[in-house]
């Protein structure tokens, strides 16, 4: 099963052409429970790689670890050649790595715009006492309100951009949350379950916004059940069972893939996986 | 009775510098709470820390005016980071904890005997005031108008407070309109997710404690400057009340404190009055005069129940940017 992500044939833990994530070693335990027990893994830099497996596979606990919300038993990974484990989570992010979470954190009482400007890196009106003065920090504040208002009208949210997020939907949450991870420009975005609860009629949308990402040179990694986007929009699909990576590989390889058939369905293993998704997606391409 | 007495004695504390001193305590708490989320239970250890501060070193150190402000303010920092470098990484919760027991902690150890010579122990300390006075610019005199009438004394601490209480006003106005006053409110909402837009929570949590001890602290000095220091005066009473003062105006707004605390001391003078006024002229015969100061805490608590229940948000708050949601 050669392709052009890896190096060699894929295989769980295989080396990547051009990898900007790499982890080893990377475990977690809760007491007697190991969450988490990655032995080797690679995010090809400018891909779609998604990452799946049934629940309680440590997926999201693997997310918190990479990205400095949780800390490691053990492990160490790089980030474009830098050293991350131990280091703070907003260091992460400055550094390019932004997160999303499966449970969405949009800042209710704030409103669309201002959660939307949060994200902005490096405004000088952040500092304690170049807060107090205006003129320093307004024409950036200018330049990043443009910026906010371009992405909101990409996720269609240009029309709430004066309301609090408190009084957006479960799916439009998600969205800003999105929008707002990608004010900080980053190199790498890690979506936690971006569709989950979001309506039929706006995963469309969403998955097109996440292929734009990749147009524009955004590695993206998300982690998600709905096998049928899975198949849809990523170039890599990494397998997660119990912590353990148990394959890897491009999607329609890796749905064939016996471990993952075992993994994520048991007894029901004679159901092809890209039909376990919901009918009405298909409707909606 | 005399009706005319009692309220002039009311609309008074309109702009005594009690009332100032409530307002700049309460504002202080409004960053902590309203703006941050900081659950800050011991405003009155930085109230305390201003007037400790502020009159050992006049009395025992021989520090100008100025030399005890700059003294008091560095403690207020020093107190923040100590109470900050521990909590401040946990849940709010902790810092609450450590906050009431911390204030507790301080008006035990300024009050003990053996403190005697520094703080005056249970006595407290007077006259430590003669510079700030020295400095009045009002020659002596009656100023204003019923019912506000002052001495020229009490015009300039009045004068001073105020002051003081609108800079800060302005300060925490300008603070919360900038960038700045975006991530501390991010952090309230939310701080993972303020930590994934890499924003340091730690510092800002920090800015914001020492920000707002500050500005308890200054609240601290305009306190005792018409009065002696009590260190009876700083117990968890001082800070509910200041508490009670912030959430009746509006956790999250600049003009809320100075209202609530108006309003706060008018009514404590105005039910103060009126019940003595009943029980002397025997319309009340089921209390004694001693007892009325313990009722009407009562009556306002009674009060600020109802303000939970009805007006959740204060007088100016938006419901919906705050409600006692902690």
Known sequence: MSNQISLGDASPGCQKVDPILVADNVSRQFGGLTAVNVAHLEIPRGKITALIGPNGAGKTTLFNLLTG??????????????????????????????????????????????????GAQKQPGERFLAAMFRPLWSGFENRITVQAEDLLKRFKLDAKRDDFAAALSGGQRKLLEMARALMAEPKLVMLDEPMAGVNPALTQSLLDHIKDLKSNGTTVLFVEHDMHMVRHISDWVVVMAEGKIVAEGPPADVMKDQAVIDAYLGAHADIDLGTVSIKTVKDGE | MDWSLVFGNAVAELISPTTAAYALAAIGLAVHFGYTGLLNFGQAAFMAIGAYGFAVSILNFGFSFWGAIAVSIGLSIVFALILGIPTLRLRSDYLAIVTIASAEILRYVVSTTSMVGLTGGSNGL??????????????????????????????????????????????????????????????????????????????????????????????GIIFILPRAVQPANYGTGLTFF?????????????????????????????????????????????????????????????????????????????????????
């Open chain 2, 126 to 219: 007077s006259a430590f005031g003669f510079q700030f006075y020295d400095m009045n610019p009002f020659p002596a005199g009656n100023y204003l108008f019923w019912p506000f009438d002052v001495t020229e004394k009490e015009l300039w601490v009045r004068v001073v407070g105020w002051a003081l209480v609108i800079l800060a006003s302005l300060l925490v106005l300008v603070m919360m309109r900038s960038p700045w006053g975006r991530v501390v409110k991010g952090i309230r909402e939310d701080e993972d997710a303020v930590r994934s837009l890499g924003k340091n929570v730690y510092a800002y949590k920090m800015q914001s404690l020492i920000l707002g001890g500050v500005l308890g602290t200054l609240a």
């Open chain 1, 69 to 118: 919300f949780d800390k490691p038993t053990t492990g160490t990974w790089t980030f474009e050649g830098k050293n991350l484990a131990g280091v703070a989570s907003y260091k992460v992010a400055r550094l390019g790595m932004v997160r999303t979470f499966q449970l969405t954190k949009a800042l209710s009482m704030l409103t669309v715009i201002e959660n939307m400007r949060l």
């Open chain 2, 242 to 326: 200041i508490w009670t003062v912030m959430l009746l105006g509006g956790a999250a707004t600049v003009l809320g404190p100075v209202v609530g605390s108006m309003v706060f001391w008018v009514l404590l003078s105005l039910t103060d009055g009126i019940l003595q006024g009943l029980v002397n002229i025997g319309v009340i015969t089921f209390l004694t005069t001693d007892q009325i100061g313990p009722v009407r805490f009562i009556l306002i608590g009674l009060g600020l129940m109802a303000l939970v229940v009805f007006r959740p948000q204060g007088i100016f708050g938006n419901k919906k940017e705050l409600q006692f949601n902690v």
